[in-house]
């Protein structure tokens, strides 16, 4: 298996990724929805402002991990993490961890401060994330399951809090994702 950045040649085949894993664990309407926010990132997110990663294997895609920007009243660099995919006959190798542990260790070596997430604590503390509230950051939007909320400093052992709004890119703009 072999880890590395996305070539914008890779966008249709990492949309087909995320759209059947989805499906096969959500639903089509899951699917569908998540495919087609990695193709809006992918597509019309600035490069300065997401980073995506892939796991391959005999040239194919098996995994993807998207990285996008956050922004602060403060100065703080931070990425959000999200969607997370692993083709269905590839899940519980340990690659989506891999996958995340490569994006963290890129998002700290170009000088990101912090990474969050939202979704599962028990998956996500695998990989050095830790249960937050909105008392430590504020979500860009309203969350639809605040007790997902998830961060890892990547300078420090603490979670300092942030004041104020944050924002997040267009792509993942809209409520349905949150």
Not at 44 to 53: H, I, L
Not at 163 to 172: K, L, P, Q
């Amino acid at each position: 298996m072999q880890l590395s950045t996305h070539h914008p040649d890779n966008i249709e085949e990492i949309k087909v990724l995320f759209t059947k894993t989805f499906s096969d664990s959500e639903g089509q309407s899951e699917g569908i929805l998540i495919g087609t926010l990695a193709n809006d990132f992918l597509t019309s997110t600035d490069a300065s402002d997401f980073y995506c990663f892939i796991a391959t294997e005999n040239e194919n895609i098996i995994g993807s991990i998207i990285f996008s920007k956050l922004t602060f009243e403060s100065e703080v660099s931070a990425f959000l993490l999200g969607p997370v995919a692993v083709h269905t006959s590839y899940q519980g190798k340990g690659i989506g961890q891999k996958l995340i542990n490569f994006g963290l260790s890129t998002l700290k070596e170009n000088g990101v401060e912090l990474a969050i997430s939202y979704g599962d604590p028990n998956y996500y503390s695998k990989v050095g994330f830790r249960v937050i509230d909105e008392t430590i950051l504020k979500a860009p939007l309203k969350l639809t399951q605040p007790e997902g909320g998830l961060a890892q400093s990547l300078v420090s052992d603490e979670i300092e809090p942030i004041a104020g709004n944050s924002h997040c890119v267009e792509a993942i703009n809209k409520p349905e994702y949150w």
